[in-house]
């Protein structure tokens, strides 16, 4: 049986260190992401390109911005027509913030314990070159049907280009399952929460802090704003309940702007609010925000304070059947390797698979090497073995998800 812990012909196939080289390599690279940066997953981009070419497969590299490329590679399996998996991962990292916070080099990738450490470890070079190694020896094992795209995407960290681009292709249209090879920690995350991202201006007048009642403070309003929204918080719990992996909508403020500190003596005009909005599957984001808006024109209305709400980004709650067939693949494969089945989960953010279920409707589950409260944080870490389970996993997932599950030839108990 396929669901039975035994080996398959890919396995002795796997170069786990040239996976595990690859990820080093990658980490090496500072590809972060930052406000205007160009040119930032070049040096990542031209390192799998040139794998891509070693392999003999057929990819572009396409740039989304001046020195942002995609490569996007297709492996035809050879074995005739069937459905097209998609793996996906980006380059790019965050910032490693004060290098002095950490207790190794940011970008060393040096290996301690049976863990990698570097930024981009978990988040998500491993996951990158787990996807290619894995799909190389599946390759290498033999012809299968249909083919698999590996989407290696620029600007995840930020605006998410690569993964809009790649959405807007035509390639995009042709694929029928993709998995996104992010850091969730063993779990298959069949679903992720949606995120708004909104700014609530502030006009009131400005006036002599002796003299209050002569301006209109934005301050005062800013703080009640701040109250208003732990209400819409609990409305909305009430109103969209709890989802079993998701949990609950969350309205979060990230921003109070107002004042100036060497200004005491002076009620401003102009303050800001920020708010950070986490939402589950079932959410009406149209709904929410325009609670939001009239609570806090309701609560800055009292001061005479006028409110003017920007949705600066808006990205839905997505979810997936969990008996669709790339997770029920995925969920094969990992109890094969592991030897019991996964657990189910939700992405707390959002992640490249929400832009290409929104904008291209694809059908996206997220499952990949490192721990997901990893990413970001200073020290993050890949086990390094996980790199090589992630692969196997991957490698099988392909072949149940192109033949249907069907029984693999030459597999030993
Ligand atoms: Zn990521």
Redesign the pocket.
């Known amino acids: 049986m396929h669901s039975a812990p035994g080996t398959l012909p890919w396995d002795s196939l796997l170069d786990t260190e040239a996976a595990v080289a690859l990820t080093r390599e990658l980490v090496r690279l500072r590809t972060v992401n930052s406000e205007g940066a160009e040119a930032v997953e070049e040096p990542a981009a031209a390192l799998v390109a040139a794998l891509f070419t070693r392999f003999g497969w057929e990819h572009t590299v396409t740039e989304v911005a001046p020195g942002r490329p995609n490569v996007v590679a297709v492996v035809d399996g050879g074995g005739g027509p069937g459905p097209t998996l998609m793996f996906e991962g ?1 380059t790019d990292v965050v910032t490693e913030g004060d290098p002095a916070d950490w207790s190794v080099d940011p970008y060393g990738a040096e290996i301690r314990d049976g863990r990698m450490y570097g930024r981009g470890t978990a ?2 070079k491993s996951g990158v070159a787990a996807m290619i190694h894995g799909v190389r020896a599946l390759q290498l094992a033999g012809p299968f049907p249909g083919r698999v795209v590996l989407g290696v995407l620029a600007d ?2 930020g605006m998410m280009l690569g993964a809009k681009a790649f959405a807007a292709s035509p390639l995009a249209r042709e694929v029928d399952g993709v998995i996104v090879c ?1 850091p969730e920690g063993y779990e298959v995350c069949t679903s992720a929460r949606g995120g708004i991202r909104l700014r609530l201006d502030l006009t009131g007048a400005m006036a002599h802090g002796a003299m209050p009642q002569e301006g209109r403070s934005p301050i005062a309003a800013g703080a009640r704003i701040v109250e208003a929204l732990g209400t819409v918080q609990r409305w909305a719990a009430a109103r969209y309940g709890t989802h079993p992996h998701a949990g609950t909508v969350t309205v979060t403020p990230t921003v109070l702007l107002g004042g100036d500190p060497d200004q005491l003596n002076v009620i401003p005009a102009h303050g800001v609010v920020g708010v950070d909005v986490r939402t589950i599957p079932g959410t009406d984001h149209a709904e929410l925000t325009g609670r939001i808006r009239t609570a806090a024109q309701e609560v800055a209305g009292v001061f005479g304070v006028e409110v003017e709400l920007t949705v600066v980004d808006d990205r839905p709650a997505i979810e997936l059947a969990e008996d669709h067939p790339v997770v029920r693949g995925l969920v094969a494969a990992h109890t094969r390797v592991h030897g019991r089945a996964p657990a189910f989960g939700a992405v707390p953010g959002t ?1 490249d698979g929400t832009i290409l279920t929104r904008d291209a409707g694809l059908p996206t589950v997220v499952y990949g090497p490192g721990g997901k409260w990893i ?1 970001h944080q200073v020290d993050e870490f890949v086990a390094v073995r996980e790199i090589g389970e992630y692969a196997r996993v991957y490698a099988d997932a392909a072949h149940h998800f192109l033949t249907g599950g069907a029984p693999v030839e030459g597999a030993t108990a």
């Open positions: 980006h988040d998500m995840e960290e992010e992640t990413a």
